[in-house]
C-alpha cells in the first residue's frame, strides 16, 4: 500500500532536519548515495502545440515568442545523441510539442529510437498521449522510458490544463506499462498550488502501480507570456521537502531534479541531492528554456563527490562499451 495524502502531509509537516535525515536514510537503502543519473533533453518538435498547458512555452494558445519548428531529421537527432553521448549523457529524451503523435509522424521517431539506441544510450521519449497500437510501435524499437507527467494533483489540475484530463494521461500510462516499457512520470511545483496539492500529487504518483521508475519534479519555470508568468515563487525549502518528500513516498524511484536547475544556487541543488535527488538534465538546452552549462554541472559534481550513475541494465554497460 503506498503513502496516502494524508500521510504525505504529515512528512511535509516534520521538522526538516527529521524529513531530510528520514529521506536520505531511504536514499541510502535503495541506492547509491553518490551516484546521480544523466539524461539529457532535446526537443526534435517544438513548438505549435494545441494543448493549452498554463506552464508551457509551446502552446499555440500563449503568445511567448517561441519559433515554431516541424520534426527534426532523423540524422540530426542522432548527430545531437552522439554529441550528449561524448559528453557524459547515459540516457538520450526526445521530446516532442504534440496532443500525441499522428500515425505518420511516428515512423521518423521510431527511426530515431533505433539509431539512438544503436548508439548505446539509453532511450526516452515524450510525445504527449498516445493511441491504440503507438506504444508497442515504440517499444519495438527498442524505447526504454516514455515520459508522461502527471503534471499536478487531480484537484488543482483544472486551473492548469484544460485541453485534457488527467484521466486521458493515465490512459497512455496504461497504453506504456501494457508495451512493457519503463515509465517516467512526475509533475511540476510552484503553479500556485497548495502544500496540501503538493502532496496530492505525489500521493498520486506514489499510487500508480507499479510505481514509476524515473519521478521528474520540475519547479515551473515562468515563460513571459503564459497565463503562469507572474506566479509567485515557490519557498527554495519547500522545494527541498518536496524532493524528500517525493524520495520517501517512492523509495525505489530515481527522483529526477529537472526543470528550475538553473537558477538554483549551488548549495540549493546540493540540499536537493541530500534530500534523494538523484538524477539531473544534462547539457544546456532542456526543451525550450536553459539549463546549466555542463562545465558547471560537472564542476558541481566534483566539488559534491557525485558520480554518474552507471545503466540500469548490465547488457547496456556491454553495448555501451562496444558501440
Ligand atoms: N507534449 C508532451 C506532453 O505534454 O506530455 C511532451 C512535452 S512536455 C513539454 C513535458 C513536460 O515538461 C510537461 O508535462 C511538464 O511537466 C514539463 N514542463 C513544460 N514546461 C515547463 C515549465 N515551464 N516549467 C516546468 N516544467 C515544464
Ligand atoms: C519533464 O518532466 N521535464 C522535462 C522533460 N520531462 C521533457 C521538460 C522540462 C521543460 C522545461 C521548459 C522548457 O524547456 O520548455
Ligand atoms: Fe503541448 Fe506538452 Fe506543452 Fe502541453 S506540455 S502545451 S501538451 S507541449
Same mark, same amino acid.
Given at each position: 500500500?503506498?503513502?496516502?495524502?494524508?500521510?504525505?502531509?504529515?512528512?511535509?509537516?516534520?521538522?526538516?532536519?527529521?524529513?531530510?535525515?528520514?529521506?536520505?536514510?531511504?536514499?541510502?537503502?535503495?541506492?547509491?548515495?553518490?551516484?546521480?543519473?544523466?539524461?539529457?533533453?532535446?526537443?526534435?518538435?517544438?513548438?505549435?502545440?494545441?494543448?493549452?498547458?498554463?506552464?508551457?512555452?509551446?502552446?499555440?494558445?500563449?503568445?511567448?515568442?517561441?519559433?515554431?519548428?516541424?520534426?527534426?531529421?532523423?540524422?540530426?537527432?542522432?548527430?545531437?545523441?552522439?554529441?550528449?553521448?561524448?559528453?557524459?549523457?547515459?540516457?538520450?529524451?526526445?521530446?516532442?510539442?504534440?496532443?500525441?503523435?499522428?500515425?505518420?509522424?511516428? $515512423? #521518423?521517431?521510431? &527511426?530515431?529510437?533505433?539509431? %539512438? =539506441?544503436?548508439?548505446?544510450?539509453?532511450?526516452? @521519449?515524450?510525445? !504527449?498521449?498516445?493511441?491504440?497500437?503507438?506504444?508497442?510501435?515504440?517499444?519495438?524499437?527498442?524505447?526504454?522510458?516514455?515520459?508522461?507527467?502527471?503534471?499536478?494533483?487531480?484537484?488543482?489540475?483544472?486551473?492548469?490544463?484544460?485541453?485534457?484530463?488527467?484521466?486521458?494521461?493515465?490512459?497512455?500510462?496504461?497504453?506504456?506499462?501494457?508495451?512493457?516499457?519503463?515509465?517516467?512520470?512526475?509533475?511540476?511545483?510552484?503553479?500556485?498550488?497548495?502544500?496540501?496539492?503538493?502532496?496530492?500529487?505525489?500521493?498520486?504518483?506514489?499510487?500508480?502501480?507499479?510505481?514509476?521508475?524515473?519521478?521528474?519534479?520540475?519547479?515551473?519555470?515562468?515563460?513571459?507570456?503564459?497565463?503562469?508568468?507572474? $506566479? #509567485?515563487?515557490? &519557498?527554495?525549502?519547500?522545494? %527541498? =521537502?518536496?524532493?524528500?518528500?517525493?524520495?520517501? @513516498?517512492?523509495? !525505489?524511484?530515481?527522483?529526477?531534479?529537472?526543470?528550475?536547475?538553473?537558477?538554483?544556487?549551488?548549495?540549493?541543488?546540493?540540499?536537493?541531492?541530500?534530500?534523494?535527488?538523484?538524477?539531473?538534465?544534462?547539457?544546456?538546452?532542456?526543451?525550450?528554456?536553459?539549463?546549466?552549462?555542463?562545465?558547471?554541472?560537472?564542476?558541481?559534481?566534483?566539488?559534491?563527490?557525485?558520480?554518474?550513475?552507471?545503466?540500469?541494465?548490465?547488457?547496456?554497460?556491454?553495448?555501451?562499451?562496444?558501440?
Amino acid at each position: 500500500m503506498s503513502l496516502s495524502r494524508a500521510d504525505i502531509e504529515n512528512l511535509f509537516a516534520q521538522p526538516f532536519n527529521d524529513l531530510i535525515f528520514q529521506a536520505q536514510t531511504v536514499h541510502r537503502q535503495h541506492f547509491d548515495a553518490n551516484a546521480v543519473q544523466v539524461s539529457t533533453l532535446l526537443s526534435i518538435k517544438t513548438g505549435g502545440c494545441s494543448e493549452d498547458c498554463g506552464y508551457c512555452s509551446q502552446s499555440a494558445r500563449h503568445d511567448t515568442g517561441l519559433e515554431r519548428e516541424g520534426l527534426m531529421a532523423v540524422e540530426d537527432v542522432v548527430e545531437a545523441a552522439r554529441a550528449a553521448k561524448a559528453k557524459g549523457a547515459t540516457r538520450f529524451c526526445m521530446g516532442a510539442a504534440w496532443r500525441g503523435p499522428k500515425d505518420k509522424d511516428l $515512423q #521518423p521517431v521510431v &527511426e530515431m529510437v533505433k539509431a %539512438v =539506441r544503436g548508439l548505446g544510450l539509453e532511450t526516452c @521519449a515524450t510525445l !504527449g498521449m498516445l493511441k491504440e497500437g503507438q506504444a508497442q510501435q515504440l517499444a519495438d524499437a527498442g524505447l526504454d522510458y516514455y515520459n508522461h507527467n502527471l503534471d499536478t494533483a487531480s484537484d488543482f489540475y483544472g486551473e492548469v490544463i484544460g485541453t485534457h484530463g488527467q484521466d486521458d494521461r493515465l490512459d497512455t500510462l496504461g497504453k506504456v506499462r501494457e508495451a512493457g516499457m519503463k515509465v517516467c512520470c512526475g509533475g511540476i511545483v510552484g503553479m500556485g498550488e497548495s502544500r496540501p496539492q503538493r502532496a496530492g500529487l505525489i500521493a498520486e504518483l506514489a499510487a500508480l502501480s507499479p510505481q514509476p521508475e524515473s519521478v521528474p519534479i520540475n519547479l515551473l519555470v515562468k515563460i513571459p507570456g503564459t497565463p503562469l508568468e507572474d $506566479q #509567485p515563487s515557490l &519557498e527554495p525549502l519547500e522545494f %527541498v =521537502r518536496t524532493i524528500a518528500v517525493a524520495r520517501i @513516498a517512492l523509495p !525505489g524511484s530515481i527522483v529526477r531534479l529537472s526543470a528550475g536547475r538553473q537558477e538554483m544556487p549551488d548549495y540549493l541543488q546540493a540540499l536537493c541531492f541530500l534530500a534523494g535527488a538523484n538524477s539531473i538534465f544534462y547539457g544546456e538546452k532542456l526543451l525550450t528554456t536553459g539549463n546549466p552549462e555542463t562545465d558547471r554541472d560537472l564542476a558541481l559534481f566534483k566539488e559534491l563527490g557525485l558520480k554518474v550513475m552507471p545503466f540500469a541494465h548490465a547488457e547496456m554497460e556491454a553495448e555501451a562499451a562496444q558501440a
